[in-house]
Every structure is written in C-alpha cells, then in structure tokens.
C-alpha cells in the first residue's frame, strides 16, 4: 500500500486529525508518559541498588551499571521515522516517553550507582490491542508474546551504559528518535 492512500485511511478511520480531542490526548500520554515515568521514579533508588547481573558490564568500574529500566516504545513514536502521520495521540505519547527515557538517561547515568534507561519496541505483538492492524502487517512481522519477550531480552542481555538513552527495535536496531 502507498503512501497516499495509507494517509487517506488515516482520516477517515479515526486515527487522523478530526479524531484527535482533548480527552483522548491526556488520556494517552497518562498512561503512556506519565505512568511509566513515576515508575522510574519509584523505582530508581530500588535500581540502583542492583547488583548489575542484567546487561553487559566493562571491566572498568566507573562505565559499570546496578540496573536496567526499560520503557516500552513504538516505532511510531518516533519523530525521525514518521512518514505517515495520523495517530496523534499516541505518537505524541510514546515520543515524550522516548524524551523522558532520554533524560532519565542523562540524570540516572551520571549518578553513582548507574541505571541503564533505554526505549523498547516489541514489534508487532499478536494481542487484542493489535489485532485491527494485522491485515497490514505481513505474516513473518506479526510476533507471538513469547518470541518478542526472547528478542527484547536478548536486547536487555546486551545493554552497558554506552547503549543508555537509546531506542531500539526488537531486532537491536537503533531507532531515531
């Protein structure tokens, strides 16, 4: 499918601008924003008294980290990888949790002991949630739950603080913001 007519669909099937409403947008970036950043500040001084055994650790001490917080993201939160617009709401929700990882990055990286603070995106997960967008999604991109968890804890088996603030897919690739 185009471009163009991915956008027409857009704004006629709700997920364009005459859906977007005040309501929907809060609503949204509470549960997708707010909530999982006053987890991270919960949960934080919990991290860092970790023991690091997630994730890689360098010989050095000082580039060493006690934990690893990770958000769920989606592709489509990301700025740089927009070419199809719509979905307000939840683009808008899922960038700021890319900006609130980003900054938790700077502000738990620089403390002692360190957090690892990275963006996830599962992919596309076989869920209720998902359901009404399979048909546009092929077969071989379409993830169980426990396949997905397996990549992105392959991921998180990955992480060191060099790879803090980040995005990535659940293939590890990079995603820009």
């Not at 700021?96 to 997960?125: F, Q, W, Y």
Request: include cysteine; proline fraction near 5%.
């Amino acid at each position: 499918m185009d471009i163009q007519t991915e956008a027409f669909r857009f704004r006629f099937n709700g997920r364009g601008l005459l859906a977007v409403n005040s309501l929907g947008i809060t609503s949204t970036l509470a549960t997708n924003t707010v909530g999982p950043l006053l987890m991270a500040k919960y949960f934080a001084p919990l991290l860092q008294k970790g023991t690091g055994q997630f994730g890689r650790q360098p010989s050095e001490k000082t580039k060493q980290h006690n934990g690893i917080l990770v958000n769920m993201t989606a592709r489509v939160g990301s700025i740089g990888d927009n070419v199809l617009g719509g979905w307000y709401s939840y683009r808008m929700s899922k960038a700021a949790l890319n900006m609130a990882t980003r900054n938790l990055s700077i502000e738990l990286g620089r403390s002692r002991p360190k957090i690892v603070c990275v963006s996830l995106h599962p992919g596309t997960v076989d869920t209720d949630l998902s359901r009404p967008y399979h048909k546009n999604v092929p077969q071989h991109k379409l993830f169980s739950a426990q396949y997905s968890v397996q990549c992105l804890m392959e991921i998180i088996d990955s992480l060191s603080m060099d790879k803090s603030g980040k995005a990535y897919a659940w293939d590890g690739s990079e995603i820009p913001w």
